[in-house]
Nanobody, 116 residues
């Protein structure tokens, strides 16, 4: 089963930027529709962006125009460029397949903290 490792989180001031990375353990990554998810304290995990095999993208309304998802199938990686960060973006961010039946066990994620 493919596994995913997230990195790139940190502490940033409101209005700042971060770039998250996701690395897959197997090259079957390229056939997956992938997503970036986040979970804030006391809230359910939510999908913030997804990218298809042909690089079609979708974004949650809350991040549209600020976040950009991308993937490099040759390197089994995916990225999330986050600009104009807001305190409400504070969460642990995860990457995983979009389809529940194809998801790997959730990793540790990467913490993003945005100070006001």
């Amino acid at each position: 089963q493919v596994q995913f490792v997230e990195s790139g989180g940190g502490l940033v001031q409101a209005g700042g930027s971060l770039r998250l990375s996701c690395t897959a353990s197997r090259n079957t990554f390229s056939i997956l529709i992938m997503g970036w998810y986040r979970q804030a304290p006391g809230k359910q995990r939510e999908l913030v962006a997804s990218i298809g095999r042909s690089d079609s993208t979708n974004y949650a309304d809350s991040v549209k125009g600020r976040f950009t998802i991308s993937r490099d199938n040759a390197k089994n990686t995916m990225a999330l460029q986050m600009n104009g960060l807001k305190p409400e973006d504070t969460a642990v961010y995860y990457c995983n397949a979009l389809a529940p039946a194809l998801r790997a066990t959730w990793g540790q994620g990467t913490q993003v903290t945005v100070s006001s």
